[in-house]
């Protein structure tokens, strides 16, 4: 059974720092591309940043510079510097091959003073 499972999130004032996980079971990371999308109340969900089965890492423009991914072992990181009110949301992974998907279930990032 394949699982991804979110973690990390929480309250962090504005200017502040947060990393979130993915971590996955019954998939190997490397053969996907993993995702990370973030939804926020009222909105539609939106891509955040991917890296490639290949190890290529491709961001938004309200992630290039500030977010970072890194993909040890069986984990997806999403290192979020920086971090503004607008980035509020709930945060998702998805691992994505051909037409098969899996996403997790979310982690709340709220970025409030």
């Known amino acids: 059974q394949v699982q991804l499972v979110e973690s990390g999130g929480g309250l962090v004032q504005p200017g502040g720092s947060l ?3 993915c971590v996955t079971s019954g ?3 490397y053969a996907f591309h993993m995702d990370w999308y973030r939804q926020a109340p009222g909105r539609q969900r939106e891509f955040v940043a991917r890296i490639t089965s290949g190890g290529n890492a491709h961001y938004s423009d309200f992630a290039r510079g500030r977010f970072t991914l890194s993909r040890p072992n069986n ?3 999403l290192q979020m510097n ?3 009110p ?3 949301a709930v945060y998702y992974c998805r691992a994505i091959r ?3 998907e899996y996403w997790g279930q979310g982690t709340q990032v709220t970025v409030s003073s």
């Open 98 to 100: 051909s037409s098969t």
């Open 19 to 21: 990393r979130l996980s």
């Open 75 to 77: 984990t997806m990181y």
């Open 82 to 84: 920086g971090l503004q």
């Open 86 to 88: 607008n980035d509020t």
């Open 27 to 29: 998939i190997i990371v």
